[in-house]
């Protein structure tokens, strides 16, 4: 289970598909299904073609099952968030100023 939600990494380009290709064991992802079921249907296609491929080698390693790096959605170094902020006048409540901040 990984939980991020409120987290900056959520607003990153494709953040969840990202995640779900380095973490293929990852079950929950911010309270929801990491997972659809077409998406566990391939993975499991997959894995079975893998082990088909190298049952001659009787142990089968690990990395075998890894996603290729070739097909790894790549991660960028960085990320530019732009936001706004407005100014609100005759709001009434508590204002947070550098006095009482």
């Given at each position: ?55 001659h080698l009787g142990d ?11 097909d790894l959605i790549p ?27």
């Open positions: 289970m990984l939980y991020l939600t409120g987290n900056p990494l959520q607003l990153t380009p494709n953040y969840r598909e990202i995640l779900k290709q380095r973490f293929q064991s990852l079950r929950i992802l911010d309270g929801t299904t990491a997972f659809t079921e077409a998406e566990e249907n391939a993975k499991k296609k997959r894995h079975k073609r893998v082990q088909a491929r190298l049952a089968i390693p690990k990395d075998a099952f890894k996603i290729p790096e070739a991660i960028q170094d960085s990320t530019v968030l732009e936001f706004e902020l407005r100014l609100l006048n005759n709001v009434q409540g508590v204002y947070i100023n550098e006095t009482n901040c």
